[in-house]
């Protein structure tokens, strides 16, 4: 999307949210599905149109996990870490994908074709471990099958 | 010949083992045989290890197969079971399977049987029969009816849903509203979740019932951002209720309005605390409030809300429509009607067990559960999400109601069971529990934010034997700061994991029974 196009459609959302009462979290939303990320540029046209200052958009960006201040790799790997999932072998499983991956977790791969971060619970708790690659839930993981899954991406690029 | 109908369910659980991919299959499969086909996408019935259950509606009544990978669908069809034909994964008729049948579903008895997004459907089986109740009744005899059945919260606190109502109805105020906290980030609990993507109607029907109670004619359904799938689900029913006049200006022609949006949170744990929750729902970051005031006085956008959890208002329907007493005879002591348990981790028959209080947690892991998956002993089991005690071998006999529960120093939260086999190492779970809160914490009281982390120091240190006997009475000192000392339950429940994993398995820090003792 042209530099152009994504800023006339940030002033759609800011327009649409700004009057709303707590709007701000469903616009950060908006703004963050639009551009893959809430850039700088970004968080001072929020700012303006919520009437707020730069540090308080600032503050809530940077409170929540699920908003980037940085950009994402192209695929955004989660592999939930939290109880239900480790019962059944998370932390093995979080260990290979960073291996396959090639990068640690909370960072992305050299090539940026990969992003790797901790989910804290996908609510498939009765089917571990679980991961989610980009919009895709997958459960009942073993190393094998994340390879597959891992492999099945490749394959369509 | 007539079609036949199957379901395939729309579940995450399903979708994550590819159950989309068999209904794909299954449609094309039965165009290139001349088959003629009904499918129907419905929720899940709640027995996750047999996902995709693919269910076919015979004379006899539903046939369950499962799990159905997208190999096994020729072979599927080739043993005839579009008439319910024998085959491997053949399960019997559903309602006849052990694990549903001996349930008790009342809150979960549409879930998996109706397709979620059908109105009609929603109301041949029963659905919006207690809004229909309620909307001959004044908001009194609502408000008494819903305290009458004795109904708890089902978020984890078990408050009374009846004196919140009761407060917001006789609280004056030109806005008032009723708020779902959705935001089901516990380990181990994915009821909330089933909720919203397998019988939203339900959701819709108490909000409603609550909104008409207390006088309310805006809400808010406010849903983790993990739960694409539920958020999605949740609107399109919105919608549909709006369209047909369950919900808008004049609902059901009573001419009190009631308008419904979904909010989606941000990836904070916290912000499942219900003050947590309105600083999200109103724009700023998720930091708990001080109590007093209490958000049934002033909640949302500073007027008097009723919050409750999914379950809670899910449960309303059914109260509404058979009456405060049919609910309460569910039960034991203070703890009336049903919980739907959620049975996760390490277990062989992982999924949602609808019962009674008053069962005991071995049912629930033999009698449901099978044992564990991997057929190892079970060690562990965290009862009530991450804040929630593990429960050792000894107390599985304890009834799981709310007073026995507290009276161990357990918790049953909202209904999460997560299962360890012998493999588990508490000391890692203990620590796990501290940095869990650390990363978690809204930093606003001192024992959460700073606590948290010297938790994860102390228990390092008592695994690595240095200075251990002093650093266990370190630990329990400060799990003592946090319990009474914190703003909320993070960092006032973050301690329940932390001291049983230390009193039950003290082998795991390196303690022998007698420096327990000295500790």
Redesign the interface.
């Known amino acids: 999307m042209a530099l152009s196009d994504s800023t006339t459609a940030l002033g759609a959302v800011l327009a649409k949210w700004a009057q709303e009462p707590g709007g701000l979290l469903p616009a950060l939303h908006e703004a963050q599905e639009l551009l893959g990320w809430i850039p700088p540029d970004a968080v001072a046209e929020i700012a303006t149109a919520f009437n707020l200052s730069r540090a308080e958009v600032h503050g809530v960006i940077t409170y929540y996990h699920h908003f980037r201040s940085q950009p994402a790799g192209r695929h955004v790997v989660q592999v939930c870490r939290a109880e239900a999932c480790q019962a059944m072998g998370a932390d093995a499983l979080l260990a290979h994908a960073e291996r396959r991956l090639g990068c640690e977790v909370h960072a992305s791969s050299a090539d940026g074709r990969y992003t790797l971060e901790p989910a804290f619970c996908l609510g498939l708790c009765a089917s571990s471990p679980s991961v989610r690659v980009g919009g895709r839930l997958h459960a009942r993981l073993t190393p094998e099958k994340f390879d597959r899954v891992i492999a099945a991406l490749e394959g369509v690029q | 010949m007539n079609a036949v109908t199957v379901y395939v369910p729309r579940d995450?659980?399903s979708?994550?083992?590819d159950a989309d991919a068999v209904a794909d299959l299954l449609m094309a499969e039965c165009a290139r045989r001349g088959l003629a086909l009904n499918l129907v996408r419905n929720g899940s019935r709640g027995m996750?290890?047999l996902?995709p259950l693919v269910e076919v509606a015979t004379p006899q009544g539903r046939v369950a197969y499962g799990p159905v990978a997208p190999e096994d669908v020729a072979g599927l069809l080739d043993a005839g079971f579009l008439s319910g034909g024998e085959h491997p994964l053949r399960q019997g008729l559903t309602e006849q399977i052990p694990y549903l049948a001996r349930q008790e579903r009342l809150t979960f008895a549409r879930m998996g049987v109706t397709d979620p997004l059908s109105l009609a459907d929603y109301q041949a089986h029963e659905g919006y029969a207690g809004l229909r109740r309620a909307l001959v009744l004044d908001g009194d005899a609502i408000v008494s009816e819903v305290l009458q059945s004795g109904l708890r919260g089902r978020g984890g606190a078990a408050f009374p849903a009846g004196i919140k109502w009761k407060t917001v109805r006789g609280t004056q105020a030109a806005q008032k509203y009723v708020v779902c906290n959705a935001d089901?980030?516990?380990?181990?609990?994915?009821s909330d979740?089933m909720t919203l993507e397998g019988d939203p109607f339900m959701l819709i029907e108490g909000m409603t019932i609550a909104a008409l109670a207390v006088g309310a004619t805006r809400g808010y359904v406010y849903v983790r951002?993990?739960?694409?799938h539920a958020v999605a689900t949740l609107r399109e029913a919105i919608r549909v209720a709006t369209a047909a006049g369950f919900l808008g200006d004049d609902v059901c022609g009573s001419g009190q309005a009631f308008h419904l949006d979904v909010?989606?949170?941000?990836?904070?744990?916290v912000c499942g605390e219900e003050t947590a929750m309105l600083e999200?729902?109103?724009?700023?970051?998720?930091i708990v409030r001080a109590k007093p005031p209490l958000p049934a006085l002033q909640g949302l956008?500073g007027q008097p809300t009723v919050i409750n959890n999914v379950i809670t208002f899910a449960s309303v329907p059914l109260i509404l429509a058979r009456g405060a007493a049919f609910y309460k005879g569910y039960g034991v002591g203070r703890s009336c009607g049903t919980l739907p348990f959620?049975?996760?981790?390490?277990?062989k028959q992982?999924?949602?067990v609808e019962k009674a209080f008053g069962l005991t947690l071995r049912e629930l892991l033999h009698d449901f559960g099978g044992g564990s998956?991997s057929g190892r002993p079970i060690k562990a089991v965290?009862v009530g999400g991450?804040l929630g005690a593990y429960v050792p071998a000894s107390k599985w006999d304890v009834p799981l109601d709310y007073e026995a529960y507290a009276a161990m120093g357990a918790a049953l939260g909202h209904g999460?069971i997560?299962?360890?086999?012998d493999t588990?190492d508490m000391a890692k779970?203990a620590r796990?529990s501290m940095e869990?809160c650390a990363?978690?914490s809204c930093g606003k009281c001192t024992p959460c934010r700073i606590g948290s982390t010297r938790g994860v120091e102390v228990i390092d240190k008592i695994v690595r034997n240095q200075n251990r006997p002093q650093q266990v009475k370190l630990l329990r000192d400060l799990c003592d700061t946090m319990l009474h000392g914190s703003l909320c339950a993070m960092g006032g429940m973050t301690p329940f994991p932390v001291l049983s994993a230390l009193d039950h398995y003290p082998q795991d820090f390196g303690l022998a029974a007698p420096d327990r003792k000295a500790a």
Not at chain 2, 263 to 269: K, P, T, V
Not at chain 2, 342 to 347: P, R
């Open positions: 995450s659980a979708l994550a083992v996750f290890w996902e089901e980030g516990d380990s181990g609990t994915y979740r951002s993990e739960y694409p909010r989606m949170g941000a990836g904070s744990y999200s729902l109103e724009g700023r970051r998720g956008f959620q049975l996760a981790g390490n277990i992982g999924g949602l998956a965290q991450p999460g997560v299962v360890h086999d588990a779970l796990y869990f990363i978690e």
